[in-house]
């Protein structure tokens, strides 16, 4: 059975991933701040804007900027983009559990949400932890369902800490958002302007692949003469 993928509008991104995300999963990025996680996001829905598909983006930071999306899309593809701007964490919920109703009415090409974890951090604390932990597993196995049934890519990016008996860094949600995504990539700053991307969970690709891009005004760009691989 051959494996759908949907480009992402990134030549380097799309090289990498063997042609895009692939439909059916969730395909968490994950990384520091500033490490290209939103540009990433915004990449890959104005590219598929672009083309007409409609995208449902729940952005929960507040990060979707109209203007970045046109630089990289036409203003008529920003129409395109169903915008959900949950406030907490039961917003979010809400927002996702309407996922279904919402693909039936729009169709769209793929489901962004753009942080899972953001507003999730603000209620994980003291003796709830366990409790949101619960929901936010609900959350991504919605967002599984949703990938599956229309077989289209949910893309999602993740927060992390630093873990000290490591000295690395770790999902927000650790094993949750672990267990749910079936694709995890890895992005951290290579210098001033180029990211990096590692792959650290796939199904067919090997662990520890990585690749470099910058972040251009026309998106996620080709790094000359570094070598990608």
Not at 22 to 46: D, L, R
Not at 97 to 110: K, Q, V, W
Not at 200 to 228: C, W, Y
Request: hydrophobic fraction near 35%; charge should be negative.
């Amino acid at each position: 059975m051959e494996v759908k993928r949907i480009s992402t509008g990134s030549e380097p991104i799309n090289s990498f991933l063997n042609g895009g995300l692939e439909t059916g999963i969730i395909t968490n990025v994950f990384g520091e701040s500033g490490s290209g996680k939103t540009n990433f996001c915004v990449q890959t829905a104005a590219h598929l804007a672009e083309k007409g598909e409609k995208v449902v983006y729940i952005d929960t930071e507040k990060g979707f900027s109209p203007e970045r999306f046109k630089q990289i899309a036409s203003k008529e593809a920003l129409e395109k983009i169903v915008l959900n701007e949950p406030l907490d964490f039961g917003q979010q919920e809400e927002a996702i559990n309407s996922l279904e109703e919402i693909a039936e009415e729009h169709d769209p090409g793929i489901v962004i949400v753009d942080s899972m974890v953001s507003l999730y951090r603000l209620k994980a604390k003291g003796n709830q932890v366990q409790e949101v932990n619960q929901k936010l597993s609900q959350q991504l196995s919605q967002l599984s369902k949703i990938a599956r049934k229309n077989n289209i890519p949910v893309l999602v990016t993740n927060q992390v800490y630093s873990s000290f008996d490591e000295d690395s860094i770790e999902l927000v949600g650790s094993d949750v958002p672990r267990y749910w995504s079936k694709c995890l990539l890895k992005l951290s700053n290579s210098d001033k302007s180029v990211r990096e991307i590692e792959i650290e969970k796939h199904r067919s690709m090997p662990e520890g692949k990585s690749a470099q891009f910058k972040i251009t005004d026309e998106g996620l760009e080709s790094v000359k003469n570094r070598g990608l691989f």
